[in-house]
Nanobody, 128 residues
């Protein structure tokens, strides 16, 4: 079992920055992929970014490339999502999630159904 706890959300103005944190516990994350997803009201949960815990590989959804940066801290067992130049369309509940990258070759980092563990979410609201 992996427990994930997000934090760092809030209400900001367009152009501001936020850093979300996803603290993991319960087991070592060796082969895990940690992803960030977001869900706006009335919309499906969508992929934002992901990172391999063991390697330097990172992934981003096109609309956040150049604005968001995903990173990890081994000592704190935490994944971060630095969000710069926030826009009103970034408003959503942000979730972090995890799955074992070796569990199935069919799993893909951008598919929410691949992820086995989810946090409770943190609200990000960007005003114009």
């Amino acid at each position: 079992q992996v427990q994930l706890v997000e934090s760092g959300g809030g209400l900001v103005q367009a152009g501001d920055s936020l850093r979300l944190s996803c603290a993991a516990s319960g087991r070592t994350l060796g082969n895990y992929i940690i992803g960030w997803f977001r869900q706006a009201p009335g919309k499906e949960r969508g992929f934002v970014s992901a990172i391999s815990w063991s390697y330097s590989t990172t992934y981003y959804e096109d609309v956040v490339k150049g604005r968001f940066t995903i990173s990890k801290d081994y000592a704190k067992n935490t994944v971060y999502l630095q969000m710069n130049n926030l826009k009103p369309e970034d408003t959503a509940v942000y979730y972090c999630a995890a799955y074992n990258g070796l569990s199935s070759y069919r799993k893909t980092y951008y598919n929410a159904n691949s992820y086995d563990y989810w946090g409770q979410g943190t609200q990000v609201t960007v005003s114009s």
